[in-house]
Protein backbone atom coordinates (compact mmCIF):
# COMPACT_ATOMS: atom_id res chain seq x y z
CA UNK A 1 0.00 0.00 0.00
CA UNK A 2 1.19 3.41 -0.94
CA UNK A 3 0.04 6.26 1.66
CA UNK A 4 -0.58 10.41 1.18
CA UNK A 5 -1.90 11.62 4.12
CA UNK A 6 -3.69 15.31 3.84
CA UNK A 7 -3.31 17.37 7.82
CA UNK A 8 -3.77 20.70 9.01
CA UNK A 9 -1.20 22.31 10.63
CA UNK A 10 -1.78 21.72 14.64
CA UNK A 11 -4.58 18.91 14.02
CA UNK A 12 -3.87 16.81 16.80
CA UNK A 13 -6.00 13.69 14.95
CA UNK A 14 -3.62 13.69 12.17
CA UNK A 15 -0.81 13.63 14.39
CA UNK A 16 -2.16 10.35 16.02
CA UNK A 17 -2.73 8.96 12.63
CA UNK A 18 1.04 9.81 11.61
CA UNK A 19 2.68 8.63 14.29
CA UNK A 20 0.03 5.14 14.20
CA UNK A 21 1.79 4.89 10.66
CA UNK A 22 5.06 5.25 12.11
CA UNK A 23 4.67 2.43 14.90
CA UNK A 24 3.35 0.45 12.20
CA UNK A 25 6.37 1.39 9.89
CA UNK A 26 3.80 2.22 7.37
CA UNK A 27 5.49 4.86 4.92
CA UNK A 28 3.18 7.93 3.90
CA UNK A 29 3.81 10.86 2.19
CA UNK A 30 2.34 14.33 4.22
CA UNK A 31 0.64 16.88 2.52
CA UNK A 32 -0.12 19.84 4.88
CA UNK A 33 -2.64 21.72 3.43
CA UNK A 34 -1.63 24.73 5.10
CA UNK A 35 2.06 24.84 4.68
CA UNK A 36 3.75 23.26 2.12
CA UNK A 37 1.50 20.86 0.65
CA UNK A 38 -1.62 23.30 -0.57
CA UNK A 39 -1.31 22.76 -4.18
CA UNK A 40 -1.16 19.16 -3.44
CA UNK A 41 -4.44 19.19 -1.44
CA UNK A 42 -6.24 21.57 -3.54
CA UNK A 43 -5.90 19.36 -6.59
CA UNK A 44 -6.67 16.17 -4.42
CA UNK A 45 -9.33 18.70 -3.48
CA UNK A 46 -10.68 19.42 -7.05
CA UNK A 47 -10.46 15.91 -8.19
CA UNK A 48 -11.98 14.06 -5.15
CA UNK A 49 -14.45 16.84 -3.58
CA UNK A 50 -17.76 14.53 -4.29
CA UNK A 51 -16.38 12.09 -1.86
CA UNK A 52 -14.86 14.48 0.83
CA UNK A 53 -16.91 15.38 3.73
CA UNK A 54 -17.73 18.56 4.62
CA UNK A 55 -19.37 18.88 8.48
CA UNK A 56 -20.31 22.34 9.66
CA UNK A 57 -16.69 23.66 10.53
CA UNK A 58 -15.27 22.65 7.11
CA UNK A 59 -13.17 19.83 5.88
CA UNK A 60 -12.34 17.12 8.28
CA UNK A 61 -8.88 16.30 8.65
CA UNK A 62 -7.46 13.70 8.37
CA UNK A 63 -7.24 12.28 5.25
CA UNK A 64 -5.89 9.43 3.86
CA UNK A 65 -5.38 8.33 0.18
CA UNK A 66 -4.40 4.58 -0.18
CA UNK A 67 -3.19 5.51 -3.74
CA UNK A 68 -3.12 1.95 -4.86
CA UNK A 69 -6.19 0.92 -3.66
CA UNK A 70 -7.70 4.53 -4.73
CA UNK A 71 -9.73 4.78 -1.67
CA UNK A 72 -9.84 7.70 1.01
CA UNK A 73 -10.34 7.61 4.72
CA UNK A 74 -11.57 10.80 6.67
CA UNK A 75 -11.24 11.00 10.30
CA UNK A 76 -9.63 9.73 13.18
CA UNK A 77 -12.08 6.53 13.37
CA UNK A 78 -12.10 5.89 9.70
CA UNK A 79 -8.41 6.35 9.32
CA UNK A 80 -7.33 4.39 12.54
CA UNK A 81 -9.88 1.49 11.19
CA UNK A 82 -8.53 1.06 7.93
CA UNK A 83 -4.71 1.19 9.23
CA UNK A 84 -5.86 -2.09 11.55
CA UNK A 85 -8.38 -3.54 9.51
CA UNK A 86 -7.60 -3.11 5.45
CA UNK A 87 -11.52 -1.99 4.71
CA UNK A 88 -13.07 -4.35 6.56
CA UNK A 89 -13.88 -2.59 9.51
CA UNK A 90 -14.48 0.30 6.95
CA UNK A 91 -18.36 -0.05 7.81
CA UNK A 92 -17.94 0.57 11.82
CA UNK A 93 -16.91 4.47 11.42
CA UNK A 94 -17.74 7.62 9.13
CA UNK A 95 -16.34 10.85 9.67
CA UNK A 96 -17.91 12.17 12.50
CA UNK A 97 -18.27 15.81 13.28
CA UNK A 98 -17.56 16.22 16.96
CA UNK A 99 -14.37 18.47 18.12
CA UNK A 100 -11.74 18.59 20.37
CA UNK A 101 -11.21 15.57 22.40
CA UNK A 102 -14.22 14.31 21.05
CA UNK A 103 -14.46 11.52 18.47
CA UNK A 104 -18.26 10.26 16.96
CA UNK A 105 -19.20 8.94 13.72
CA UNK A 106 -18.35 5.44 15.63
CA UNK A 107 -21.15 2.94 14.65
CA UNK A 108 -21.85 -0.68 16.88
CA UNK A 109 -24.30 -1.75 14.45
CA UNK A 110 -22.85 -0.89 11.61
CA UNK A 111 -20.24 -3.68 11.06
CA UNK A 112 -20.33 -7.57 10.94
CA UNK A 113 -19.86 -9.32 15.01
CA UNK A 114 -17.30 -11.49 13.38
CA UNK A 115 -14.95 -8.36 13.27
CA UNK A 116 -15.45 -7.97 17.04
CA UNK A 117 -12.01 -8.10 18.08
CA UNK A 118 -10.64 -5.17 15.40
CA UNK A 119 -13.02 -2.80 15.92
CA UNK A 120 -12.49 -2.81 19.92
CA UNK A 121 -8.30 -2.52 18.81
CA UNK A 122 -9.50 0.07 16.88
CA UNK A 123 -11.84 1.95 20.09
CA UNK A 124 -8.70 0.67 22.58
CA UNK A 125 -6.52 2.91 20.45
CA UNK A 126 -8.00 5.77 20.65
CA UNK A 127 -9.73 6.05 23.73
CA UNK A 128 -7.16 4.49 25.85
CA UNK A 129 -3.61 5.38 23.83
CA UNK A 130 -4.95 8.74 22.64
CA UNK A 131 -7.17 9.65 25.78
CA UNK A 132 -9.46 10.70 23.00
CA UNK A 133 -13.16 10.77 24.70
CA UNK A 134 -15.61 8.25 22.53
CA UNK A 135 -19.15 8.97 21.66
CA UNK A 136 -20.86 5.56 19.78
CA UNK A 137 -23.91 4.72 18.24
CA UNK A 138 -26.49 1.90 17.86
CA UNK A 139 -29.39 0.83 16.62
CA UNK A 140 -29.37 -2.57 19.08
CA UNK A 141 -27.25 -4.85 16.56
CA UNK A 142 -24.43 -6.70 17.73
CA UNK A 143 -25.32 -6.59 21.55
CA UNK A 144 -22.38 -8.37 22.38
CA UNK A 145 -19.55 -5.85 21.36
CA UNK A 146 -21.74 -3.58 22.94
CA UNK A 147 -21.35 -5.46 26.45
CA UNK A 148 -17.95 -5.81 25.72
CA UNK A 149 -17.33 -1.96 25.52
CA UNK A 150 -19.43 -1.21 28.29
CA UNK A 151 -17.28 -3.69 30.29
CA UNK A 152 -13.80 -2.06 29.43
CA UNK A 153 -15.59 1.35 29.37
CA UNK A 154 -14.49 2.13 25.82
CA UNK A 155 -17.48 4.48 25.32
CA UNK A 156 -18.05 7.70 27.48
CA UNK A 157 -21.20 8.49 25.15
CA UNK A 158 -23.70 6.05 23.66
CA UNK A 159 -26.69 6.74 21.31
CA UNK A 160 -29.11 3.98 20.79
CA UNK A 161 -31.41 4.50 18.03
CA UNK A 162 -34.70 3.36 18.69
CA UNK A 163 -36.01 2.29 15.23
CA UNK A 164 -39.57 1.72 15.99
CA UNK A 165 -41.55 -0.57 17.91
CA UNK A 166 -40.73 -4.51 18.31
CA UNK A 167 -43.03 -5.59 15.78
CA UNK A 168 -41.31 -2.95 13.22
CA UNK A 169 -37.61 -3.81 13.38
CA UNK A 170 -37.44 -6.70 10.98
CA UNK A 171 -39.28 -4.17 8.38
CA UNK A 172 -37.03 -1.36 9.01
CA UNK A 173 -34.10 -2.98 8.65
CA UNK A 174 -35.01 -5.23 5.75
CA UNK A 175 -33.99 -8.22 7.20
CA UNK A 176 -35.07 -10.61 9.94
CA UNK A 177 -33.86 -8.96 13.25
CA UNK A 178 -34.00 -10.89 16.76
CA UNK A 179 -35.75 -8.78 18.72
CA UNK A 180 -34.22 -10.01 21.71
CA UNK A 181 -30.82 -8.60 20.69
CA UNK A 182 -32.42 -5.30 20.66
CA UNK A 183 -34.23 -5.68 24.28
CA UNK A 184 -30.94 -6.56 25.20
CA UNK A 185 -28.78 -3.49 23.77
CA UNK A 186 -31.46 -1.55 25.34
CA UNK A 187 -30.65 -2.93 28.83
CA UNK A 188 -27.40 -2.49 28.37
CA UNK A 189 -27.32 1.25 26.99
CA UNK A 190 -29.01 2.48 29.62
CA UNK A 191 -25.87 0.99 32.10
CA UNK A 192 -23.26 3.44 30.46
CA UNK A 193 -22.38 6.32 32.03
CA UNK A 194 -24.07 8.31 29.97
CA UNK A 195 -26.73 7.54 27.45
CA UNK A 196 -29.71 8.64 25.08
CA UNK A 197 -32.25 6.80 23.61
CA UNK A 198 -33.97 8.87 19.89
CA UNK A 199 -36.05 7.43 17.66
CA UNK A 200 -36.04 9.15 14.28
CA UNK A 201 -39.83 9.49 12.66
CA UNK A 202 -38.89 7.41 9.63
CA UNK A 203 -40.62 6.36 6.29
CA UNK A 204 -41.09 2.81 6.49
CA UNK A 205 -41.97 0.76 3.22
CA UNK A 206 -45.45 -1.06 4.58
CA UNK A 207 -46.95 -4.05 3.95
CA UNK A 208 -49.29 -3.16 0.71
CA UNK A 209 -45.52 -1.48 -0.55
CA UNK A 210 -46.93 2.15 -0.02
CA UNK A 211 -44.14 4.35 2.28
CA UNK A 212 -45.38 5.93 5.05
CA UNK A 213 -44.21 7.68 7.99
CA UNK A 214 -43.93 6.18 11.61
CA UNK A 215 -47.25 6.61 13.57
CA UNK A 216 -47.59 8.09 16.72
CA UNK A 217 -48.95 4.71 17.97
CA UNK A 218 -45.98 2.85 16.64
CA UNK A 219 -43.21 5.84 18.23
CA UNK A 220 -45.00 5.24 21.16
CA UNK A 221 -44.99 1.51 20.95
CA UNK A 222 -40.79 2.25 20.60
CA UNK A 223 -41.05 4.31 23.73
CA UNK A 224 -42.90 0.95 25.48
CA UNK A 225 -40.19 -1.25 24.06
CA UNK A 226 -37.33 1.48 26.03
CA UNK A 227 -39.46 1.25 29.37
CA UNK A 228 -40.09 -2.78 29.04
CA UNK A 229 -36.24 -3.39 28.42
CA UNK A 230 -34.29 -0.82 30.94
CA UNK A 231 -37.28 -1.47 33.41
CA UNK A 232 -37.79 2.66 33.79
CA UNK A 233 -39.84 5.32 32.05
CA UNK A 234 -36.99 7.98 33.33
CA UNK A 235 -34.46 7.18 30.25
CA UNK A 236 -33.16 10.39 28.05
CA UNK A 237 -35.39 9.92 25.29
CA UNK A 238 -35.44 11.83 21.99
CA UNK A 239 -38.03 12.39 19.23
CA UNK A 240 -35.90 13.05 15.66
CA UNK A 241 -37.59 14.50 12.22
CA UNK A 242 -36.72 12.83 8.92
CA UNK A 243 -34.60 14.47 6.76
CA UNK A 244 -35.16 13.36 3.46
CA UNK A 245 -32.58 15.53 2.10
CA UNK A 246 -30.21 13.81 3.90
CA UNK A 247 -31.25 10.33 3.40
CA UNK A 248 -28.84 7.82 1.08
CA UNK A 249 -31.66 5.56 0.77
CA UNK A 250 -33.42 6.60 -2.59
CA UNK A 251 -36.96 5.56 -2.07
CA UNK A 252 -36.99 8.24 0.67
CA UNK A 253 -35.49 10.94 -0.94
CA UNK A 254 -38.77 12.93 -2.37
CA UNK A 255 -40.81 12.07 0.19
CA UNK A 256 -42.09 15.45 1.64
CA UNK A 257 -40.55 16.58 5.23
CA UNK A 258 -42.80 16.71 8.16
CA UNK A 259 -43.62 19.70 9.99
CA UNK A 260 -41.23 21.09 13.57
CA UNK A 261 -44.42 21.12 15.12
CA UNK A 262 -45.73 17.70 13.83
CA UNK A 263 -43.70 15.60 16.04
CA UNK A 264 -45.91 17.21 19.48
CA UNK A 265 -48.35 14.26 18.88
CA UNK A 266 -45.57 11.98 18.85
CA UNK A 267 -44.02 13.07 21.98
CA UNK A 268 -47.48 13.05 23.76
CA UNK A 269 -47.95 9.53 22.86
CA UNK A 270 -43.93 8.73 23.98
CA UNK A 271 -44.79 10.39 27.08
CA UNK A 272 -47.02 7.36 28.55
CA UNK A 273 -43.76 5.29 28.54
CA UNK A 274 -41.04 7.80 28.62
CA UNK A 275 -41.44 10.49 30.63
CA UNK A 276 -38.33 12.76 30.04
CA UNK A 277 -39.06 12.41 26.20
CA UNK A 278 -37.99 15.65 23.71
CA UNK A 279 -38.49 16.32 20.53
CA UNK A 280 -35.95 17.80 18.43
CA UNK A 281 -35.86 21.77 18.21
CA UNK A 282 -36.25 22.37 13.92
CA UNK B 1 -7.10 35.55 10.31
CA UNK B 2 -9.21 37.88 7.88
CA UNK B 3 -7.67 41.11 7.39
CA UNK B 4 -9.06 45.14 8.44
CA UNK B 5 -11.15 46.43 5.61
CA UNK B 6 -8.14 49.26 5.86
CA UNK B 7 -5.72 46.30 4.51
CA UNK B 8 -8.20 45.39 1.75
CA UNK B 9 -8.35 46.72 -1.98
CA UNK B 10 -11.02 48.00 -3.26
CA UNK B 11 -11.00 49.50 -6.70
CA UNK B 12 -12.95 52.39 -8.54
CA UNK B 13 -13.91 51.37 -11.98
CA UNK B 14 -16.15 48.33 -11.47
CA UNK B 15 -19.71 48.49 -9.27
CA UNK B 16 -20.05 46.54 -6.58
CA UNK B 17 -23.23 44.27 -5.72
CA UNK B 18 -24.06 44.05 -2.10
CA UNK B 19 -23.76 39.63 -1.97
CA UNK B 20 -19.88 40.47 -2.20
CA UNK B 21 -19.94 39.89 -6.72
CA UNK B 22 -18.82 42.54 -8.61
CA UNK B 23 -19.39 43.77 -11.82
CA UNK B 24 -16.92 45.50 -14.70
CA UNK B 25 -18.88 47.03 -18.15
CA UNK B 26 -17.13 45.60 -21.29
CA UNK B 27 -18.90 47.07 -24.11
CA UNK B 28 -21.84 45.05 -23.96
CA UNK B 29 -20.91 42.42 -21.55
CA UNK B 30 -20.21 42.09 -18.19
CA UNK B 31 -17.55 40.63 -16.58
CA UNK B 32 -17.96 39.46 -12.49
CA UNK B 33 -15.94 38.16 -9.95
CA UNK B 34 -16.18 38.31 -5.55
CA UNK B 35 -14.79 41.40 -3.74
CA UNK B 36 -11.52 41.04 -1.75
CA UNK B 37 -13.51 41.44 1.03
CA UNK B 38 -15.36 37.85 -0.16
CA UNK B 39 -11.91 36.28 -0.96
CA UNK B 40 -10.34 37.44 2.70
CA UNK B 41 -13.79 35.97 4.80
CA UNK B 42 -13.30 32.81 2.84
CA UNK B 43 -9.31 32.32 3.19
CA UNK B 44 -7.63 29.90 0.87
CA UNK B 45 -10.05 28.86 -1.75
CA UNK B 46 -9.41 25.57 -2.73
CA UNK B 47 -12.18 25.06 -5.51
CA UNK B 48 -14.88 26.83 -7.77
CA UNK B 49 -17.52 26.01 -9.37
CA UNK B 50 -19.16 27.95 -12.04
CA UNK B 51 -21.70 27.77 -14.40
CA UNK B 52 -22.20 26.47 -17.93
CA UNK B 53 -22.01 29.07 -20.97
CA UNK B 54 -25.21 29.45 -22.18
CA UNK B 55 -27.14 28.91 -18.87
CA UNK B 56 -29.35 31.97 -18.11
CA UNK B 57 -29.67 33.60 -14.59
CA UNK B 58 -31.59 36.43 -12.94
CA UNK B 59 -30.04 39.12 -10.47
CA UNK B 60 -29.56 37.58 -6.93
CA UNK B 61 -29.19 34.19 -8.04
CA UNK B 62 -27.00 31.91 -7.28
CA UNK B 63 -24.02 31.01 -10.08
CA UNK B 64 -21.70 28.96 -8.48
CA UNK B 65 -19.43 28.67 -5.12
CA UNK B 66 -16.55 29.25 -4.16
CA UNK B 67 -14.81 26.01 -1.02
CA UNK B 68 -12.19 26.34 0.72
CA UNK B 69 -11.23 23.98 3.84
CA UNK B 70 -13.46 25.82 6.27
CA UNK B 71 -16.42 26.70 4.08
CA UNK B 72 -18.25 27.40 1.42
CA UNK B 73 -20.00 30.24 -0.04
CA UNK B 74 -22.15 31.02 -2.77
CA UNK B 75 -21.43 33.48 -5.30
CA UNK B 76 -24.25 35.59 -6.50
CA UNK B 77 -25.20 37.22 -9.84
CA UNK B 78 -25.15 41.21 -9.58
CA UNK B 79 -26.81 41.28 -12.88
CA UNK B 80 -28.82 39.06 -14.61
CA UNK B 81 -27.89 37.59 -18.11
CA UNK B 82 -26.50 34.86 -19.68
CA UNK B 83 -23.12 33.25 -19.38
CA UNK B 84 -20.98 33.68 -22.79
CA UNK B 85 -17.49 33.18 -20.82
CA UNK B 86 -16.09 31.15 -17.75
CA UNK B 87 -12.53 31.68 -16.43
CA UNK B 88 -11.90 27.82 -17.05
CA UNK B 89 -8.03 28.33 -15.31
CA UNK B 90 -9.77 28.52 -11.86
CA UNK B 91 -10.12 24.59 -12.24
CA UNK B 92 -6.51 24.21 -12.26
CA UNK B 93 -5.41 27.49 -9.94
CA UNK B 94 -8.61 28.68 -8.26
CA UNK B 95 -5.71 30.71 -5.89
CA UNK B 96 -5.98 33.54 -8.28
CA UNK B 97 -9.38 34.53 -6.83
CA UNK B 98 -7.16 34.85 -3.82
CA UNK B 99 -4.14 36.26 -5.04
CA UNK B 100 -6.06 38.39 -7.84
CA UNK B 101 -9.66 38.93 -6.94
CA UNK B 102 -10.34 41.90 -9.67
CA UNK B 103 -8.06 40.40 -12.22
CA UNK B 104 -6.95 36.64 -12.79
CA UNK B 105 -9.61 35.70 -10.55
CA UNK B 106 -12.57 36.95 -12.70
CA UNK B 107 -15.18 33.82 -12.91
CA UNK B 108 -17.63 34.68 -15.32
CA UNK B 109 -18.35 37.19 -18.28
CA UNK B 110 -22.18 37.88 -18.97
CA UNK B 111 -24.48 39.03 -21.70
CA UNK B 112 -26.84 41.37 -19.45
CA UNK B 113 -30.50 40.97 -20.00
CA UNK B 114 -31.43 44.19 -18.45
CA UNK B 115 -28.97 47.41 -18.15
CA UNK B 116 -30.97 49.12 -15.97
CA UNK B 117 -29.67 46.49 -12.88
CA UNK B 118 -26.43 48.27 -13.25
CA UNK B 119 -27.79 51.29 -11.95
CA UNK B 120 -28.40 49.47 -9.18
CA UNK B 121 -25.31 48.71 -8.55
CA UNK B 122 -23.03 49.98 -5.46
CA UNK B 123 -20.58 52.27 -5.70
CA UNK B 124 -16.99 51.46 -3.92
CA UNK B 125 -18.07 53.92 -1.57
CA UNK B 126 -21.29 52.51 -0.93
CA UNK B 127 -19.87 49.30 -0.16
CA UNK B 128 -17.24 50.53 1.87
CA UNK B 129 -20.08 51.51 4.11
CA UNK B 130 -22.17 48.26 3.79
CA UNK B 131 -19.15 46.30 5.28
CA UNK B 132 -17.87 48.37 7.58
New interface residues.
Partial sequence: MSFTIYT?TGCTRCKIIKQLMHERGIAFEEQD??AEG?EA??KF??AN?KAIF?GP???EFPLLHDTEAGNIHQGIGACVAYLYGGGKLDSFFSVGTLHKEWVDGIHVSGGNSEDAKGFLEVLRYIKKTNNMKLQLDTNGLNSAILEQILAEGLADVIIMNVLGPKELYSQILGKEVDTAEIEKSLSLVSKFPEYKFQTTVTPVVRGDGEIRYLTTKEVGGAAKLIAEATGSMKNPYLIKLFKPKECRDERFKDIEAMAADALLPYRTAARAHQVFVEIEKA | MTKAITELNFIDDILYFHEHTWAKVEGDLVRVGITDFAQDQLS?I??VELPNVGETYRKGDEFGQA??????SALYMPVSGEIVEINEEL?EA??NVNEDPYGTGWMIVVKPGNLVELKELLAKEDYLNQIK
Avoid at chain 2, 67 to 72: F, L, Y
Fill in positions: AMKKFQYARRDGV | NIFESAKTVEPQ
